[in-house]
């Protein structure tokens, strides 16, 4: 099975950096280097609040068959699905949509489908961006969006909360279990 980066660096090297040219949306996407992370999606006409841009498009994997696979990789473009028990593994133009703290665009999932929609009009020459809200892991994962309200990471606010309760129970039964050594 063909991993995901090798997969994107093909398919982009093939593209010249042309990889979404739908008529039936009229829009034409182009992946280029991004000042956010790596490369990103940008679009050259202008696209309308409310607009179905891209699906998110890839092979389904169940969460265990997706950390066997990139057991060993940092950078993913992995999509979770229903609660993260199914996974996208994506390919194609939309997994080159790089995270924003102020994204330009949202996902949902219409008729089975994993949609990246614009939140507001976009306009050309823009770099299409939504929020990861990451919501598994413990690993560093920063946010480089450089919006003015960044949150620093690529999870959610939800799920930095979490992490950072589990922080402050091990701090405090850490310290619970000096004193007690320290007692005896």
Not at 17 to 41: P, Q, W, Y
Not at 131 to 154: H, V, W
Request: hydrophobic share 35%.
């Amino acid at each position: 099975m063909e991993l995901g980066a090798e997969r994107f660096e093909r398919e982009l090297a093939q593209s010249g950096g042309n990889c979404a040219k739908d008529k039936e949306r009229s829009m034409t996407l182009v992946i280029r280097k991004s000042a956010i992370h790596s490369f990103g999606c940008y679009t050259t006409k202008r696209i309308r609040k409310g607009k179905l841009i891209v699906e998110y498009v890839g092979e389904h994997l169940s969460q265990e068959e997706a950390n066997e696979l990139y057991e060993d990789f940092s950078n993913t473009y992995l999509f979770g699905l229903i609660g993260g028990k199914r996974i996208i593994d994506g390919h194609g133009v939309a997994a080159f949509v790089n995270h924003s703290c102020k994204p330009n665009c949202e996902t949902d999932q219409i008729a089975g489908k994993m949609w990246i929609i614009a939140l507001r009009d976009i306009e050309p020459g823009e770099e299409l961006t939504y929020d990861y809200n990451l919501y598994d892991g413990e690993d560093e994962a920063p946010c480089l969006c450089g919006a003015k309200r960044c949150r620093g990471s690529l999870y959610s606010a939800e799920h930095l909360r979490k992490l950072r309760k589990k922080r402050e129970t091990a701090v405090v039964a850490a310290n619970a279990a000096a004193e007690i050594a320290k007692a005896s």
